[in-house]
């Protein structure tokens, strides 16, 4: 059991990286206004850094990050499931509302780097599809996401048909 918690969370650039747009802090003595505003949009962070609200980074996973000290996108977490459909699937661009199916598992089971793709004398084994860690599931198109995998977020016509049925 992995009892880790695993969210996204956004990341910022630490101030005076080349992404703050604020520059060094200024001197409170002598300019305590653009102190103000400079210590307005710069915060600590978990890291023990100070961050640039203005400078966001993007989202990552928190749990991930923590651990490796530095920021793990939340697309390479190493636990979070991913869901990419399954290989030659393509949904019509027409179709507002198509069930895709999508392979549901972590990074490492869909880039095939888990053990069970691997023989017993470490050679991958060539045929195999994908491992058991890895489930089907139905998605639906308006669930892809610009990166090609499928979000979890209801959608919409799903949730009404649930609904709405009566069996
Ligand atoms: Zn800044
Ligand atoms: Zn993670
Ligand atoms: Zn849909
Ligand atoms: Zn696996």
């Given at each position: ?8 969370g956004s990341?910022?650039?630490?101030v ?6 604020h ?52 697309e ?47 050679d ?41 049925g009566?069996?």
């Amino acid at each position: 059991m992995n009892a880790e918690q695993h969210e996204s969370g956004s990341w910022y650039w630490e101030v005076g990286s080349e992404q703050c747009p604020h520059g060094p802090e200024p001197d409170y003595d002598t300019q305590p206004e653009a102190w103000d505003i400079w210590i307005d949009r710069h915060t600590g962070s978990p890291q023990d850094v100070r961050i640039c609200l203005d400078a966001p980074a993007g989202e990552a996973c928190l749990q991930c990050s923590e651990d490796d000290g530095e920021m793990v996108p939340w697309e390479s977490c190493r636990i979070r499931e991913h869901a990419r459909p399954k290989q030659g699937v393509v949904p019509n661009p027409g179709a507002e509302h198509q069930p895709v199916t999508v392979l549901v598992g972590t990074l490492e089971c869909l880039d095939r780097e888990c053990d069970e793709y691997f023989g017993d004398d470490g050679d991958e084994i060539p045929d195999m599809e994908s491992c058991s860690h890895i489930r089907e599931e139905q998605a639906c198109s308006c669930q892809r996401q610009d990166d090609g995998e499928y979000s979890n977020d209801p959608c919409p016509a799903r949730s009404l048909s649930v609904t709405g049925g009566t069996a």
